[in-house]
């Protein structure tokens, strides 16, 4: 055995879900609603996209392509989506250090960076899609090797930096950012 | 990521049925609930997760995270 090998911290998944599980419940008057009315637009903007219920506009007849209010809507969905991804990792630190910023910081901080939250995360839900096509599991490895990307933008506003930040600060755990 | 989509799912299984009942707008604002409480959970995690690989890699406190909006 090798005495000078010196023990790696555990990450602690288990307790981490189980923190945030309580930090989420604690805090839910806060974070809920800033989750739920955007998602709720994003809900109705979905359903009523050229006033139509959006999934007979799915496919334009003939095309296999999404007609245009179901492609406007998609686009529309996944702006909102990184965007309130973005702010709920914000609201999610304050609550988690006790502090209170307005909806506006949060939402100024995250559209600073709102190119690379929104390219460089269609990337990684891609790829992870990409490599979910072989087996499960390396599109589960891609989303855990990523995972931080959303915080590493914003919380260090490493910008187009933020995925291999996120990838430096995943180096050497084996993905245990999946729960085990 | 895996265990608060199981979540997620165990409460649509619970409330899809009546909101599949309550019409419409309820399916509406349930399945926007759905995406809210996904969302909340799934940006609290991997802002814990950022906080403590910090910690456990360069001893950085979660105080020092928030640095950026300040």
Not at chain 1, 34 to 53: D, H, S
Not at chain 1, 70 to 95: P, Q, R
Request: glycine residues 10%; positive net charge; proline residues 5%.
């Amino acid at each position: 055995m090798d005495d000078r090998r010196v023990a790696r911290p555990s990450l602690g998944i288990g307790d981490l879900v189980r923190r945030s599980l309580k930090l989420a419940a604690a805090h839910f008057g806060f974070l809920f609603p800033i989750a739920f009315v955007p998602a709720l637009i994003a809900t109705v903007i979905g359903q009523y996209a050229g006033g139509q219920p959006i999934i007979d506009d799915l496919e334009t007849p003939g095309s296999g392509l999404p007609g245009p209010a179901a492609f406007l809507a998609i686009s529309v969905n996944i702006f909102i989506s990184f965007n309130v991804t973005g702010v709920m990792c914000l609201a999610a630190l304050d609550a988690l250090l006790g502090k209170r910023h307005t909806i506006g910081e949060y939402l100024r901080q995250t559209l600073r960076h709102i190119a690379p939250i929104v390219l460089l995360g269609t990337l990684v839900y891609v790829a992870a899609g990409f490599a979910a096509i072989l087996l499960l599991v390396p599109g589960l490895y891609v989303l855990a090797r990523y995972l931080p990307w959303t915080p590493a933008i914003l919380f260090e506003n490493s910008g187009w930096a933020g995925l291999a930040r996120a990838q430096k600060l995943t180096e050497g755990t084996g993905g245990r950012s999946l729960p085990q | 990521v895996i265990v608060i989509g199981l979540i997620v799912v165990a409460v649509m299984l619970v409330l899809g049925p009546i909101a599949a009942m309550g019409g419409r707008s309820v399916g509406i604002r349930v399945e926007a609930s759905f995406t809210g409480l996904y969302y909340a959970l799934v940006s609290v995690f991997s802002a814990l997760v950022c906080a403590r690989l910090r910690e456990i890699k360069e001893g950085a406190t979660a105080a020092e995270l928030a640095a950026s909006i300040d």
